[in-house]
Protein backbone atom coordinates (compact mmCIF):
# COMPACT_ATOMS: atom_id res chain seq x y z
CA UNK A 1 0.00 0.00 0.00
CA UNK A 2 2.29 2.22 1.08
CA UNK A 3 4.62 2.02 -2.75
CA UNK A 4 1.40 2.36 -4.25
CA UNK A 5 0.62 5.98 -2.83
CA UNK A 6 4.21 6.56 -2.55
CA UNK A 7 4.47 8.98 -5.31
CA UNK A 8 1.27 11.09 -3.86
CA UNK A 9 2.69 10.71 -0.16
CA UNK A 10 6.25 11.91 -1.30
CA UNK A 11 4.32 14.93 -3.18
CA UNK A 12 2.07 15.75 -0.49
CA UNK A 13 5.21 15.99 2.17
CA UNK A 14 6.79 18.04 -0.47
CA UNK A 15 3.90 20.62 -0.99
CA UNK A 16 3.77 20.83 3.23
CA UNK A 17 7.60 21.38 3.69
CA UNK A 18 7.55 23.97 1.24
CA UNK A 19 4.61 26.23 2.61
CA UNK A 20 6.55 25.73 5.85
CA UNK A 21 9.26 27.31 3.80
CA UNK A 22 6.78 30.40 3.12
CA UNK A 23 6.11 30.63 6.70
CA UNK A 24 9.90 30.96 7.22
CA UNK A 25 10.74 33.44 4.74
CA UNK A 26 11.69 37.13 6.15
CA UNK A 27 10.44 38.94 3.32
CA UNK A 28 11.87 40.89 0.27
CA UNK A 29 10.65 40.34 -3.74
CA UNK A 30 11.15 41.00 -7.02
CA UNK A 31 8.32 43.85 -7.18
CA UNK A 32 9.19 44.95 -2.92
CA UNK A 33 12.61 44.36 -1.66
CA UNK A 34 11.58 45.47 1.68
CA UNK A 35 8.34 43.81 1.71
CA UNK A 36 7.62 41.07 4.71
CA UNK A 37 7.40 37.66 4.50
CA UNK A 38 6.83 35.06 1.53
CA UNK A 39 4.62 37.05 -1.21
CA UNK A 40 2.77 34.45 -3.56
CA UNK A 41 2.33 37.01 -6.27
CA UNK A 42 5.93 38.06 -6.66
CA UNK A 43 8.09 35.49 -4.71
CA UNK A 44 9.58 32.53 -7.22
CA UNK A 45 10.05 28.98 -5.18
CA UNK A 46 13.70 29.77 -5.57
CA UNK A 47 13.61 32.80 -3.48
CA UNK A 48 13.39 29.83 -0.58
CA UNK A 49 16.12 28.38 -1.32
CA UNK A 50 18.72 31.49 -0.47
CA UNK A 51 20.64 31.59 2.27
CA UNK A 52 19.87 35.22 2.50
CA UNK A 53 16.38 36.64 1.29
CA UNK A 54 15.60 39.32 -1.19
CA UNK A 55 15.62 41.32 2.03
CA UNK A 56 19.16 40.74 3.25
CA UNK A 57 17.77 39.41 5.91
CA UNK A 58 19.41 35.62 6.61
CA UNK A 59 16.37 33.13 6.08
CA UNK A 60 15.15 30.42 7.45
CA UNK A 61 13.34 28.81 4.67
CA UNK A 62 16.38 27.28 3.24
CA UNK A 63 16.58 23.98 5.17
CA UNK A 64 12.51 23.36 4.58
CA UNK A 65 12.71 24.40 0.51
CA UNK A 66 15.48 22.11 0.15
CA UNK A 67 13.90 19.28 1.76
CA UNK A 68 10.62 19.82 0.10
CA UNK A 69 12.55 20.15 -3.30
CA UNK A 70 14.45 16.95 -2.37
CA UNK A 71 11.03 14.75 -1.83
CA UNK A 72 9.28 16.48 -4.86
CA UNK A 73 12.47 15.44 -7.52
CA UNK A 74 12.10 11.88 -5.56
CA UNK A 75 8.55 11.56 -6.32
CA UNK A 76 8.99 12.63 -9.59
CA UNK A 77 11.47 10.67 -10.70
CA UNK A 78 9.70 7.79 -9.28
CA UNK A 79 6.82 8.92 -11.64
CA UNK A 80 8.89 8.68 -15.14
CA UNK A 81 10.50 5.32 -13.85
CA UNK A 82 7.14 3.61 -13.34
CA UNK A 83 5.73 5.49 -16.08
CA UNK A 84 8.45 4.35 -18.45
CA UNK A 85 7.30 0.66 -17.14
CA UNK A 86 3.62 1.05 -18.85
CA UNK A 87 5.07 1.95 -22.77
CA UNK A 88 6.08 -1.42 -24.51
CA UNK A 89 8.37 0.51 -27.17
CA UNK A 90 11.26 0.20 -25.17
CA UNK A 91 13.11 3.03 -27.36
CA UNK A 92 10.83 5.45 -25.84
CA UNK A 93 10.32 4.28 -22.27
CA UNK A 94 13.81 4.75 -21.83
CA UNK A 95 13.77 8.26 -23.35
CA UNK A 96 10.45 9.04 -20.82
CA UNK A 97 12.97 7.03 -18.21
CA UNK A 98 15.97 8.72 -18.56
CA UNK A 99 15.22 12.33 -19.71
CA UNK A 100 12.83 12.40 -16.97
CA UNK A 101 15.40 11.19 -13.90
CA UNK A 102 18.29 13.57 -14.85
CA UNK A 103 16.18 15.98 -15.57
CA UNK A 104 14.66 16.05 -11.71
CA UNK A 105 18.36 15.44 -10.55
CA UNK A 106 19.34 18.52 -12.20
CA UNK A 107 16.19 20.72 -10.90
CA UNK A 108 16.90 19.49 -7.19
CA UNK A 109 20.89 21.23 -8.29
CA UNK A 110 18.49 24.21 -8.79
CA UNK A 111 19.01 25.07 -4.71
CA UNK A 112 22.49 25.41 -5.49
CA UNK A 113 23.77 28.87 -6.29
CA UNK A 114 23.89 27.20 -10.13
CA UNK A 115 20.67 27.65 -10.23
CA UNK A 116 20.17 29.52 -13.92
CA UNK A 117 22.74 26.89 -15.41
CA UNK A 118 20.89 23.88 -13.95
CA UNK A 119 17.50 25.13 -14.88
CA UNK A 120 18.81 25.35 -18.90
CA UNK A 121 19.49 21.37 -18.83
CA UNK A 122 16.51 20.45 -16.44
CA UNK A 123 13.73 21.97 -18.26
CA UNK A 124 14.91 20.61 -21.82
CA UNK A 125 15.36 17.20 -20.45
CA UNK A 126 11.73 17.23 -18.56
CA UNK A 127 10.24 18.74 -21.70
CA UNK A 128 11.57 15.92 -23.73
CA UNK A 129 10.17 13.80 -21.67
CA UNK A 130 6.89 15.37 -21.08
CA UNK A 131 6.61 15.58 -25.33
CA UNK A 132 7.19 11.42 -25.11
CA UNK A 133 4.27 10.66 -22.41
CA UNK A 134 1.74 12.88 -24.63
CA UNK A 135 2.57 11.37 -27.28
CA UNK A 136 1.43 7.74 -26.20
CA UNK A 137 -1.20 9.41 -23.82
CA UNK A 138 -2.72 10.65 -27.57
CA UNK A 139 -2.08 7.23 -28.87
CA UNK A 140 -4.39 5.67 -26.27
CA UNK A 141 -7.85 6.17 -25.85
CA UNK A 142 -7.78 8.70 -22.85
CA UNK A 143 -8.75 11.54 -24.41
CA UNK A 144 -9.30 13.78 -21.04
CA UNK A 145 -5.59 13.07 -19.72
CA UNK A 146 -4.73 14.36 -23.44
CA UNK A 147 -6.21 17.66 -22.82
CA UNK A 148 -4.84 17.85 -19.96
CA UNK A 149 -1.27 16.71 -21.16
CA UNK A 150 -1.32 19.46 -24.01
CA UNK A 151 -2.36 22.02 -21.44
CA UNK A 152 0.92 20.82 -19.17
CA UNK A 153 2.80 21.43 -22.11
CA UNK A 154 2.00 24.80 -22.86
CA UNK A 155 2.08 25.59 -19.35
CA UNK A 156 5.49 24.32 -19.11
CA UNK A 157 6.69 25.56 -22.45
CA UNK A 158 4.86 28.77 -21.15
CA UNK A 159 7.16 29.43 -17.73
CA UNK A 160 10.40 28.82 -19.71
CA UNK A 161 9.61 31.20 -22.65
CA UNK A 162 9.20 33.51 -19.76
CA UNK A 163 12.11 32.06 -17.50
CA UNK A 164 14.84 32.68 -20.80
CA UNK A 165 13.45 36.28 -22.89
CA UNK A 166 12.17 37.22 -19.50
CA UNK A 167 9.06 38.75 -21.05
CA UNK A 168 6.21 39.64 -19.00
CA UNK A 169 8.37 38.39 -15.94
CA UNK A 170 6.36 40.08 -13.74
CA UNK A 171 3.68 37.18 -14.18
CA UNK A 172 6.38 34.75 -13.53
CA UNK A 173 6.21 34.02 -9.80
CA UNK A 174 2.56 33.30 -9.83
CA UNK A 175 2.74 31.19 -13.12
CA UNK A 176 5.31 29.32 -12.05
CA UNK A 177 3.45 27.77 -9.44
CA UNK A 178 0.14 27.36 -11.56
CA UNK A 179 2.12 25.03 -13.85
CA UNK A 180 3.86 23.37 -10.94
CA UNK A 181 -0.31 22.66 -9.69
CA UNK A 182 -0.95 21.54 -13.53
CA UNK A 183 2.52 19.09 -13.58
CA UNK A 184 1.52 17.92 -10.05
CA UNK A 185 -2.42 16.93 -11.30
CA UNK A 186 -1.06 15.35 -14.72
CA UNK A 187 1.40 13.08 -12.79
CA UNK A 188 -0.77 12.14 -10.31
CA UNK A 189 -3.60 11.47 -12.89
CA UNK A 190 -1.15 9.03 -15.16
CA UNK A 191 0.40 7.71 -12.10
CA UNK A 192 -3.13 6.57 -10.84
CA UNK A 193 -5.36 6.46 -13.41
CA UNK A 194 -4.11 4.56 -16.16
CA UNK A 195 -2.60 0.96 -16.42
CA UNK A 196 -0.36 -1.03 -18.92
CA UNK A 197 -3.03 -1.94 -20.89
CA UNK A 198 -3.54 1.72 -22.09
CA UNK A 199 -0.71 2.37 -23.93
CA UNK A 200 -0.35 -1.40 -25.42
CA UNK A 201 0.07 -0.38 -29.73
CA UNK A 202 -1.86 -2.93 -31.60
CA UNK A 203 1.03 -3.93 -32.86
CA UNK A 204 2.69 -4.80 -30.24
CA UNK A 205 -0.42 -7.00 -28.83
CA UNK A 206 -0.60 -8.79 -31.90
CA UNK A 207 2.71 -9.31 -31.85
CA UNK A 208 2.54 -11.06 -28.54
CA UNK A 209 -0.83 -13.05 -29.86
CA UNK A 210 1.35 -14.13 -31.93
CA UNK A 211 4.27 -15.28 -29.42
CA UNK A 212 1.55 -17.04 -27.44
CA UNK A 213 0.46 -18.81 -30.78
CA UNK A 214 3.36 -19.91 -31.91
CA UNK A 215 4.62 -21.20 -28.12
CA UNK A 216 1.25 -23.74 -27.64
Not at 38 to 57: C, E, P, Q
Not at 77 to 92: A, Q, W
Request: glycine share 4%; charged share 15%; hydrophobic share 50%.
Amino acid sequence: MLRKYSILLGIIISLLLLLVATLHYPGGSQYDKNSIGYDWKNNYLSNLFDAKAVNGSESASRPWAIAGMLFLCASFTLFFIEFSKKISSKGPAKIIRYCGVIAMIFTFLAVTPYHDAVIRIASTLALISMFYITVFVFKSRLHLLGMLSVVCLLASYSCNYIYFTRSYVEYLPIFQKIALAITIAWILSLQYFTSIADFQIKGDVALKTDDMTTNR
